[in-house]
């Protein structure tokens, strides 16, 4: 409700009230006056009647209409009045008393002589039109009272209200609206129409605290432009230090390059040198022709430089992994028969215990890559210390900050790693023997390969017993994973 409305409302709730009051209050005493002009009247009556001679014409009458509304009684038989007006009569003897009877009050009682004897006198009186007068007066106050009130009221709605309270709050509501318009101008209440007293105040505040908050949001916009500037030179930064980042990669990878084509220049000097010597003994006697060891001789010479050369190919391979969902059982078996043909490797048992339910989006075919590297690393490290002959292949699934993962677990009983060699067992040409059946490229290959898939590889030794363990970590939809992280890195940029 507004609040002149709430005002007119308290203005006629407060008249009701008046008038209740009014009437409640007001009535009974103009009623007692009169009551109280009736009792002595009828006193009067009485006393007059007493002291005229010519009351012993009532004698035979007992009754008499003196005026208008008054009545004079003699002889009235004590047993048909209140034993309390004879006992008031016989106490004031010869003498007028009023009753002193609210409800009765325009009655007086005497006892006096009647003839040769005595006997009680009543005078009833009723001023009828000085009650209707009281009532005319008591009519009128009200009305003049609700009049002089609906006056006040109306000065008040017309001449005070409006200057002092609905104009003041009229321009705050106006300030206020263009505030949250935006309208800067008008947000500000004018100081000519603030009044001098507690919502002239009000208004001050306001616009103190209005000023304030503009104050304080230039602060942040200055903030936030400077935020937006450092901001842009961090990228900038970021982009240098990305920049940076890839010149160092490329940086390593010629050194890896590097230490690749020394690594391959030593690997192809024996067989390059065997190859030589056979074909420079097929110039000088090609009918002779090459025996039968020499020809196994070459097809393994040659054999030798195809491995060294799909080695250095794999290693420098950059090519995108074709995500797919597959089991990895069958990729852990694809890579055990893939060994088992290529190396001949009868004598090792391959315990494949990765759960039949177990599926993995990842380049199926890059990830047999990566399982024959680590199988072929332990079959040669068994076959070189002859000690070990079991492999088991055993997977479990878990969910790491909301990202479900997938630990891949090769564990061998071989005779274990090098101490000396782990922390650089995944570099280019790190073998323990670099000869016929090793390049020292297939670890580092393989690392490649699972970090493109968004997981890492770690190697450790077996604590307690002989062995090695490798665990391929993934995550389980490693395509989705690193698609949206690219759509996240392309949005900040």
């Given at each position: 409700?507004?609040?002149?409305?709430?005002?007119?409302?308290?203005?006629?709730?407060?008249?009701?009230?008046?008038?209740?009051?009014?009437?409640?209050?007001?009535?009974?005493?103009?009623?007692?006056?009169?009551?109280?002009?009736?009792?002595?009247?009828?006193?009067?009556?009485?006393?007059?009647?007493?002291?005229?001679?010519?009351?012993?014409?009532?004698?035979?009458?007992?009754?008499?209409?003196?005026?208008e509304g008054v009545t004079l009684r003699r002889g009235v038989d004590p047993r048909s009045v209140p034993d309390a007006w004879v006992e008031l009569a016989r106490q004031s003897a010869g003498q007028a008393v009023g009753v002193p009877d609210r409800e009765l009050s325009g009655i007086a009682v005497a006892w006096a002589s009647i003839?040769?004897?005595?006997?009680?006198?009543?005078v009833e009186t009723s001023l009828a039109s000085a009650r209707r007068a009281v009532l005319w007066v008591y009519g009128y106050t009200i009305a003049a009272l609700l009049v002089v009130y609906a006056l006040v009221a109306l000065a008040l709605e017309l001449l005070v209200l409006p200057r002092h309270v609905y104009d003041p709050l009229a321009n705050i509501l106006l300030a206020?609206?263009?505030?949250r318009e935006g309208r800067v101008e008008e947000e500000l209440v004018p100081e000519y129409l603030m009044p001098a007293d507690e919502l002239g105040e009000i208004m001050r505040s306001r616009n103190e605290t209005i000023r304030t908050i503009r104050r304080h949001e230039a602060a942040l916009g200055d903030a936030l432009k400077r935020i937006e500037l450092v901001a842009t030179d961090l990228k900038r930064k970021n982009h240098l230090l990305e920049s940076a980042r890839r010149n160092l990669a490329d940086a390593d990878r010629l050194v890896s390059l590097g230490m690749m084509a020394a690594g391959v220049a030593h690997e192809l000097n024996t067989p390059l040198a065997v190859a030589k010597g056979l074909a420079e003994k097929l110039d000088g006697n090609p009918v002779r022709g090459l025996s039968e060891a020499e020809a196994a001789l070459l097809r393994r010479v040659i054999g030798r430089l195809e491995r060294v050369s799909e080695s250095l190919l794999d290693f420098a391979r950059v090519r995108p992994p074709?995500?797919?969902?597959?089991?990895?059982?069958?990729?852990?078996?694809?890579?055990?028969?893939?060994?088992?043909?290529?190396?001949?490797?009868?004598?090792?048992?391959?315990?494949?215990?990765?759960?039949?339910?177990?599926?993995?989006?990842?380049?199926?075919?890059?990830?047999?890559?990566?399982?024959?590297?680590?199988?072929?690393?332990?079959l040669d490290a068994m076959a070189r210390a002859d000690r070990g002959n079991s492999v088991i292949i055993e997977a479990s699934h878990a969910e790491r900050d909301g990202d479900e993962w997938v630990t891949l677990r090769i564990v061998d009983d071989g005779p274990g790693i090098d101490p000396a060699l782990l922390p650089t067992l995944f570099e280019p040409f790190v073998s323990s023997r670099l000869d016929d059946r090793g390049t020292g490229l297939g670890l580092a290959v393989s690392e490649g390969i699972v970090r493109e898939h968004g997981g890492t590889i770690l190697v450790t030794n077996r604590v307690g017993c002989s062995g090695a363990v490798f665990e391929v970590m993934l995550p389980r939809w490693a395509g989705r994973t690193l698609s949206q992280s690219a759509e996240e890195g392309v949005g900040d940029a």
């Open positions: 409700m507004r609040i002149r409305k709430k005002l007119i409302f308290l203005h006629t709730l407060f008249s009701v009230l008046m008038t209740l009051i009014l009437l409640v209050t007001l009535r009974p005493v103009l009623l007692r006056v009169v009551a109280r002009g009736e009792q002595q009247e009828a006193q009067a009556v009485l006393s007059l009647a007493l002291m005229l001679d010519g009351v012993e014409q009532l004698a035979d009458e007992g009754r008499i209409e003196l005026d003839g040769d004897g005595e006997g009680l006198w009543v206020d609206r263009a505030l074709a995500y797919a969902t597959s089991s990895l059982r069958e990729i852990v078996d694809e890579a055990v028969t893939l060994i088992r043909l290529d190396r001949h490797a009868t004598r090792v048992q391959i315990d494949n215990r990765v759960p039949a339910e177990l599926t993995l989006e990842a380049d199926a075919d890059r990830m047999v890559q990566v399982l024959v590297n680590i199988l072929r690393n332990a």
